[in-house]
């Protein structure tokens, strides 16, 4: 499995935008591949560093941590095979098509695709993933984030996050909460739920503060 998408991005942010940039790259990393060694002790030492669990997005974040620092890693690679990797439908969908209109290729990846033209993104030559994975559209957040903290990048960020993401991410997470023999990638799923609550919250406030 590849990312489909080819960004670049430019590293002068805020440490708001720096957190929110290093969520969106965590679960492009997660949904693209198992981790590996290095990112499994990067999570544990994490969840070390976490100073308390209250509120959603901590205590995903203390989960999270714990299944990476408890299943040994091999574990969680034929995790994420089962899960995600099948010849025909995979236990658990990752493509904002499946969960919109319940089939892939459809509408709402020809919009994201004219979407992403007019951001001058694209799909790199040979990558198989359409750009509606979950780990491809986490990678144009974490671009519009690095990109554009000014007004206009927030309506960008805004915009691409209520066209693509938020219509089916909570459904996402649902499907890896109850699918058999999910246990690393259920928590993952419980991250990428409370981040991208707060995420459409904020986004929620913004567009009523534009009213």
Known sequence: M???????????WSEEDRARADHYALLARLFHAAPDAALRDALVQAGRGLGGT????????????????????????????????????????????????????EEPLADLRED???LGLGRRQGVTETEDHIS??????RHLVLTGPDEAGLLRQQRFFGRHIAPWYADLAA?????????????????????????????????????
């Open 2 to 12: 590849s990312a489909p998408i080819s960004i670049q991005s430019q590293p002068t």
């Open 54 to 105: 209250e509120g959603a997005l901590p205590q995903a974040w203390a989960a999270l941590a714990a299944a990476a620092s408890n299943l040994p890693l091999q574990t969680v690679c034929d995790e994420f095979d089962a899960l995600f990797v099948s010849v025909s439908k995979p236990v658990v969908m990752t493509h904002g098509s499946w969960y919109i209109t319940g089939f892939l290729q």
């Open 136 to 141: 491809a559209l986490a990678e144009v957040m």
């Open 116 to 118: 992403l033209a007019e």
């Open 175 to 211: 499907a890896l909460a109850k699918a058999p023999g999910a246990d690393f990638y259920a928590k993952v799923g419980a991250l990428l739920l409370a981040f991208m609550d707060i995420e459409r919250e904020a986004f929620d406030m913004l567009e009523a503060s534009a009213e």
